[in-house]
């Protein structure tokens, strides 16, 4: 793993070392630090990946492949030369914006089904200076199968 954490988002292909459809052994070679699992909910199929040193969720769809990355700060993550964790969410909803017009916003951040990116930020609506403080990116077709 890069010591500088940086990843740079390849959109509906992964994340920094983590390519889209990789098995989980894959996945864990690749980003070559402790991972610990969990299940995100009781429903989940499959556990998740945590890498807290990079720190990142990976998370899985059957036959146990990646399907989305869920990266938080410190990590400098990159998408089109753009910084996107910790800086305040009203310019990274502004600079999608101006990319894809058809962010769906939900009160907690928005996604991009153009990039194939979620951005989550608890305080969207409520307080937009407060930073960006996750971002999720998945698959192309992960929200006609999602099982994560």
Do not use: W
Not at 100 to 129: N, V
Request: charge should be negative.
């Amino acid at each position: 793993m890069n010591e500088r954490r940086e990843l740079i988002i390849r959109p509906f292909e992964g994340v920094g070392p983590v390519d889209f459809g990789m098995t989980r052994e894959q996945v864990r070679q690749a980003v070559g630090s402790i991972v610990e699992t969990f299940y995100k909910t009781p429903e989940s199929i499959l556990p998740t990946d945590a890498f807290d040193a990079v720190p990142m969720h990976v998370h899985y769809r059957p036959p146990d492949v990646c399907d989305l990355v869920h990266v938080f700060p410190p990590v400098l993550l990159l998408f089109q030369g753009e910084r996107l964790l910790n800086r305040p969410y009203a310019e990274i909803r502004a600079f999608f914006l101006e990319i894809d017009p058809d962010i769906e916003l939900d009160g907690d951040g928005f996604t991009s089904h153009k990039f194939g990116t979620g951005i989550y930020a608890s305080l969207a609506d409520d307080a937009p200076q407060e930073p960006v403080e996750g971002v999720a990116v998945f698959e192309r077709g992960y929200y006609e199968h999602e099982t994560s």
